[in-house]
């Protein structure tokens, strides 16, 4: 029904408070309605890995958009953005920076970063081609994001960098 990743962050922290379980913020996509969430909190722990591929949001039959968050390390397309291209194509913008949460090891590089992204957006579109956004801090991780694809002989269509800096430049 609308919101922002600061309000997402606030949900999955009392989640963690109310009910004593920690689940991944794209948990709000993978289980949008209220049914659905509600059955999510019932399940047992272990059970509580929800696939990726279920938070592809959007219309279109082709590969999808890649949203690459801003420094926080989490986040959703803005928006405006996120209505406009609701109706042209599908994207994913649920993906997180590793070490948001208790346990997990803190990234030592953008490197890191963009390895454990990798990981995200291949278990929600394995083959390519890749089309990547990043916003911010998020545009350097895209580029390197597409860096290590590439080198794995992936095929990146689209780097997209809003309002950031090309790497290696002023």
């Known amino acids: 029904l609308g919101g922002h990743s600061l309000l997402a962050m606030r949900i999955i922290s009392n989640i963690?408070?109310?009910?004593?379980?920690?689940?991944?913020?794209?948990?709000?996509?993978?289980a949008?309605?209220?049914?659905?969430?509600?059955?999510?909190?019932?399940?047992?722990?272990?059970?509580?890995?929800?696939e990726l591929s279920n938070g592809l949001r959007g219309l279109g039959n082709g590969?999808?958009?890649?949203?690459?968050?801003?420094?926080?390390g989490y986040g959703f397309l803005p928006d405006g953005l996120a209505r406009h291209l609701n109706n042209y194509c599908r994207f994913y913008d649920g993906l997180q920076y590793p070490g948001l949460h208790e346990g997990e090891t803190l990234p030592k590089s953008i490197e890191d970063i963009a390895s454990h992204l990798v990981s995200q957006i291949q278990s929600v579109w394995p083959q390519g081609p890749y089309y990547l956004i990043g916003w911010?801090?998020?545009g350097e991780i895209a580029y390197e994001i597409a860096c290590q694809l590439e080198a794995a002989g992936k095929k990146v269509e689209l780097v997209m960098l809003l309002d950031s800096t090309c790497p290696g430049s002023a």
């Not at 109310?18 to 794209?26: A, H, N, S």
């Not at 949008?32 to 929800?50: C, D, H, Y």
């Open 16 to 30: 963690r408070r109310d009910f004593g379980k920690t689940i991944p913020i794209r948990s709000l996509f993978s």
């Open 63 to 72: 590969a999808p958009l890649f949203y690459i968050p801003e420094i926080q």
């Open 136 to 138: 911010s801090f998020g």
């Open 32 to 50: 949008p309605t209220v049914q659905q969430f509600s059955r999510l909190l019932g399940e047992n722990e272990a059970n509580n890995n929800l």
